[in-house]
């Protein structure tokens, strides 16, 4: 099997189940029932992040990225990921981790160990259910890629997003 990246796992991928209070409300239509196509973007310019680095309100694609410093699968693909957010905002992707530990300290030193530099918010945070198309996974890391309207394009197993998150925004464009 090859892995990008320095992406690292031998365990099977395994789908998720979101759970089902988990997934986020769409924004409602406007007044003429036209959906938001921008409702990420509007909705982080009013979340508060652990970072001081937030999220490009203007980006096309999100990937929401679930994590913790406590999982050893985790460390192993940060570095991976990490890698592979360099490229994403020349692409207008903005990565935001969504850190599953207990306390903001953890987040901190998590994020600080691999030089993470991307928008992070807790996953206790009530603003995390502000994220249009955001769905807490039962299993993690887990990352999800949303567009700007916070239509979700693909969820699954961490390396695999990062392994495709190109190919999977270009095949978004085209539609």
Not at 5 to 28: D, F, H, N, R, Y
């Given at each position: ?8 796992s031998a365990m099977?991928v ?5 759970s ?10 406007d ?7 921008n409702a990420?973007g509007n909705?982080i310019?009013d979340?508060?992040f652990l ?11 999100y ?6 410093r406590?999982c050893?699968?985790?460390k192993q693909e ?18 935001i981790?969504v850190c ?12 600080k160990?691999y ?7 807790m996953?206790s ?7 249009p198309?955001f769905t807490q996974?039962e ?13 979700e394009l ?8 990062m392994?495709k998150w190109?190919?999977i ?7």
């Amino acid at each position: 099997m090859v892995l990008a990246a320095g992406l690292i796992s031998a365990m099977p991928v395994v789908m998720a189940k979101p759970s089902k209070a988990a997934k986020t409300e769409q924004k409602a239509p406007d007044k003429k029932g036209k959906a938001d196509k921008n409702a990420v973007g509007n909705a982080i310019k009013d979340i508060t992040f652990l970072t001081d680095k937030k999220p490009n309100p203007k980006a096309k694609f999100y990937v929401y990225l679930q994590s913790s410093r406590n999982c050893s699968r985790c460390k192993q693909e940060m570095p991976g990921v990490v890698k592979e957010y360099k490229d994403m905002p020349k692409n207008k992707v903005e990565l935001i981790f969504v850190c599953r530990d207990n306390s903001e300290e953890d987040a901190i030193e998590f994020m600080k160990e691999y030089k993470a530099d991307f928008p992070c918010l807790m996953i206790s945070s009530p603003d995390v259910q502000k994220l249009p198309g955001f769905t807490q996974s039962e299993s993690f890391p887990w990352a999800s890629i949303v567009d700007s309207s916070g239509k979700e394009l693909k969820n699954s197993h961490t390396k695999l997003i990062m392994m495709k998150w190109k190919q999977i925004t270009e095949e978004a464009k085209g539609k």
